[in-house]
Nanobody
């Protein structure tokens, strides 16, 4: 089992920044994927950014150039630096951990961007 604890959400004005953190604990595999997803009201959950233990990263087109995903392997943590936030970034953001054909999700953290 893997437990994920997220933090860092909140309310920010358009153009502002937030940094989300997610710490994983439990049965951590060396080879894994850690990602951030988001779900806005009435919409499907979507991938925001993805980071593999091999060092590759991927971003949704809507956040490229504004968001940066990073990880601290020693802490089993993944971060999402969000800059130039827009009202359309408002959503619940979920941390994801995948390894050994298993998926784990955090409880979600609300990000609200006011115009």
């Amino acid at each position: 089992q893997v437990q994920l604890v997220e933090s860092g959400g909140g309310l920010v004005q358009a153009g502002g920044s937030l940094r989300l953190s997610c710490a994983a604990s439990g049965s951590i595999f060396r080879i894994n994927v850690m990602s951030w997803y988001r779900q806005a009201p009435g919409k499907q959950r979507e991938l925001v950014a993805r980071s593999t233990s091999g060092g590759s990263t991927n971003y949704a087109d809507s956040v490229k150039g504004r968001f940066t995903i990073s990880r601290d392997t020693a802490k089993n943590a993944v971060y999402l630096q969000m800059n130039s936030l827009k009202p359309e970034d408002t959503a619940v953001y979920y941390c994801y951990y995948g390894a050994a054909l298993r998926d784990y999700w955090g409880q979600g953290t609300q990000v609200t961007v006011s115009s």
